[in-house]
């Protein structure tokens, strides 16, 4: 327990300002046959309590990697982190030894899987999964914990706790695996959730259903969030900013009214012109052309530049850097000017 | 329209429209126009009542029945030659079940699917054959729907084989090629197989093999909901293409409803093995009169942050409830809001709601509730 009591402690005067969680220049690569895989090349984001991040990618670009990092949950080998930093309450939670970080995992951070199925187990009872938080960390009772998982099915409004708390996780529908793997997460109250797709299995409906409890918890208890989605609707709904994924880099990022309205790097331009809306019928959609890079392969300078209507020989041979535009927005694209001018 | 449970004689159709066509030259000439558009619009696939019940066993020597999922139950529609037709619906509301049955790939329980004026659920052996020349399927998971033991050549060759009039022996090599070439694939990947290729082209893979027989209608399962969003855009306006370049009828399945706006001409959304509501585009999503249509339309999140502050939600309590014991009455009125009693007694049915019978409006199309009513939950622009 002093340890947790230490990071708490700890921070500097301004503790109250700086943001819950920052990660800079982080680094992930795997080691496969192919050769070295970047999955993530440099990333930086910050989240602050009662904040929602967004963070934004196709398959491939980094965005669970870089969440998996956060979590303290990549398998390595085969993954390495060369680079970086991921500052949590003021401590570099990358040069704490695993036990300290096992008591930030899940107390002070816990994530949502996107495949509740196959994140919960088969034979163990919801009640005794949901229980095991507090016998494992609390060391209450199984009684007590058998109590304390009951109301927390009651707080994600599973209807007749009381009586499902024995049921299996066969026993219930999509959604509520997602409300049950939700209530795992808040057991002990953290100060960061980390959902990564927590609503991409699950029908429209249901999907409108669980966001809204995570956003009501997330107010409620004042956490910090980070989304990791693929679903630019889903993130126009919920998110206060945006950090955009390419190839491992984060390529644009910005408060979420700012990106919708103006994007500043053709990637964001694209997929947002890319996808069909429901409140228009539309004309041929824009498709940006090719396909996402190989991960072993990653083109030199910007990652972007072969499916890049704007690309110019500056483009093929220098990375951008991430060029501030306005205040709190950033640009991964040496041409952000004339992106946003159009 | 569904209210005939025979196919119309083309002849017959065009027959009338000119009968009435008789006085000046310019009515003479809208006629005209009103029976070429008329003979145009023959349904191409006409379903009546198609029913599939899946029966539930128990016991393990002397199986019983016991009760039945009822996966489809009493779906009608048309299909017309060149348009597309959506059928939206959360998942296990029947969908898959119907494009299944269009294929007479499961035996249907009760009805008729009519593929120009032939009932395809009675037929087999080589008349079925026939008909499944021009009825093809694009599947949703494009990892699984290609043998990876086969070469793209063999796997988009393949329907040759079970109809070799199409593509005499020795053409068959060049028809793939063009093939590949027509879906945006280089014809020199003949050779390779499935893992040599990402999702998007793997689905290419797929809609090349559908293509191969010249068929008239496409059924789609979820063809695009396992690509990245950047991916599905080619794949959608790929399929787009071959549409007018073919004149292809789709019959297009999904769950994403902003893609399904995107594609369709009309649109049929489905609850618990029934039809709700089926409509033009705009009809459906501009001027939605079933509340499960209402309450699948606001859910949808749509990619604008200012939109969130003045878009109405419609969160709806509970889950699909089971289709093997589906409410009484209409399906949908345990989680509906407007629900009354009447609603557990008498089931509604799928027709213009009588309020809208004699007003010229967009909510004038066929819907399945006895409270009917507009309302626009997209916010439109």
Redesign the interface.
């Known amino acids: 327990m002093t340890v947790i009591d230490d990071i708490s402690d700890v921070p500097t005067p301004d503790a109250s300002l700086a943001p819950l969680l920052e990660v800079r220049d982080l680094h992930v690569e795997f080691h496969t046959r192919d050769g070295v895989a970047k999955a993530v090349n440099g990333v930086n984001y910050s989240v602050s309590a009662g904040e929602t991040l967004a963070v934004l990618g ?2 491939g670009s980094g965005k669970s990697v870089s969440a998996q990092a956060v979590m303290g949950i990549l398998d390595m080998p085969p993954a390495r982190i060369p680079k970086g930093e991921i500052f949590f309450q003021g401590r570099d939670m990358l040069k704490m030894s695993g036990e300290e970080r096992r008591k930030i995992r899940g107390r002070k951070i816990a994530m949502i899987f996107q495949d509740a199925l196959s994140s919960l187990n088969p034979v163990l009872s919801v009640g005794y999964q949901l229980g095991e938080m507090y016998r494992v960390h609390q060391g209450l009772s199984r009684k007590d914990a058998k109590a304390k998982a009951i109301e927390l099915m009651d707080r994600v409004r599973i ?1 007749a706790a009381r009586e499902r708390v024995g049921d299996y996780p066969h026993q219930f ?4 695996r997602q409300r049950i793997m939700i209530a795992m997460a808040l057991a002990l109250e953290p100060d960061l959730i980390i959902a990564d797709e927590p609503t991409t299995a699950l ?7 669980v ?2 409890l995570l956003a009501e918890l997330q107010r409620e208890y004042n956490m910090g969030l980070i989304l990791i989605t ?8 919920v ?1 206060d900013k945006i950090a955009v994924m390419y190839a491992g880099r984060i390529v644009e990022d910005a408060p ?2 700012d990106i ?2 103006k994007p500043a790097h053709p990637y964001t331009k ?3 012109q ?9 004309q ?6 090719g ?2 890079p190989n991960l072993t392969r990653i083109p030199s300078g910007c990652a972007f530049n072969p499916r890049c209507p704007m690309a110019q020989d500056i483009c093929r041979t220098d990375v951008p850097p991430l060029h501030p535009v306005g205040t709190a927005r950033g640009s991964a694209c040496h041409f952000w000017k004339e992106t946003l001018g159009e | 329209m569904s209210d005939t449970t025979l196919p119309k004689d083309p002849e017959d159709a065009a027959a009338t429209a000119a009968e009435a066509a008789v006085p000046d030259a310019a009515t003479a000439l809208v006629a005209e126009a009103a029976a070429a558009q008329l003979a145009d619009r023959e349904p191409i696939l006409q379903v009546r009542n198609l029913v599939k019940h899946f029966p539930l066993t128990q016991g393990i020597i002397v199986k019983r029945q016991i009760g039945a999922v009822k996966a489809v139950d009493g779906v009608s529609f048309d299909l017309y030659a060149g348009e597309t037709l959506g059928i939206v619906g959360e998942s296990g509301c029947g969908k898959s079940t119907v494009a299944k049955l269009l294929m007479n790939l499961e035996q249907v329980t009760a009805g008729e699917v009519f593929y120009k004026g032939q009932d395809i659920t009675k037929l087999s052996g080589r008349a079925l054959k026939a008909v499944r020349r021009n009825i093809q399927m694009v599947f949703q998971d494009p990892y699984t729907s290609l043998n990876p033991r086969m070469t793209v050549g063999d796997i988009i060759g393949e329907p040759f084989d079970i109809h070799p009039e199409v593509a005499p022996k020795g053409d068959r090599r060049k028809r793939v090629e063009e093939l590949l070439d027509v879906v945006g694939l280089n014809p020199e990947y003949i050779n390779r197989y499935p893992h040599q290729f990402s999702g998007g082209q793997r689905q290419r893979i797929g809609i090349a093999r559908g293509l191969a027989l010249n068929p008239e209608i496409i059924i789609c399962d979820e063809p695009v909901s396992a690509l990245d969003v950047s991916v599905q855009a080619q794949v959608i306006n790929l399929m787009e293409k071959l549409q007018d370049e073919f004149n292809l009828s789709y019959i297009f399945i999904a769950h994403d409803l902003s893609i399904v706006r995107h594609i369709s001409d009309r649109v049929g959304v489905m609850y618990l093995g029934k039809i709700a509501e089926i409509g033009s585009d705009a009809e459906i999503y501009e001027h939605p009169t079933h509340p499960y249509t209402q309450a699948l339309l606001s859910a949808v999140p749509v990619p604008d942050p200012e939109a969130r502050e003045h878009r109405e939600r419609i969160i709806l309590s509970g889950d699909v409830p089971s289709p093997a014991n589906p409410p009484s009455g209409c399906r949908f009125r345990t989680r509906c809001w407007k629900a009354e009693d009447r609603c557990a007694l008498e089931e509604p049915l799928l027709a213009i709601p009588t309020r809208f019978a004699n007003v010229d409006t967009p909510a004038k199309h066929e819907s399945a509730c006895h409270f009917a009513e507009e309302k626009d939950v997209v916010g439109a622009a």
């Open positions: 196709e398959s209807p529908s999509g959604g509520m029908d429209v409906t249901v999907q409108a259903q966001m809204e693929h679903d630019l609707g889903v993130v126009a709904d998110a979420v009214h919708y309205a694209g997929l947002l890319s996808i069909p809306r429901l409140d228009q019928k539309g041929e959609l824009y498709a940006i052309k396909l996402p």
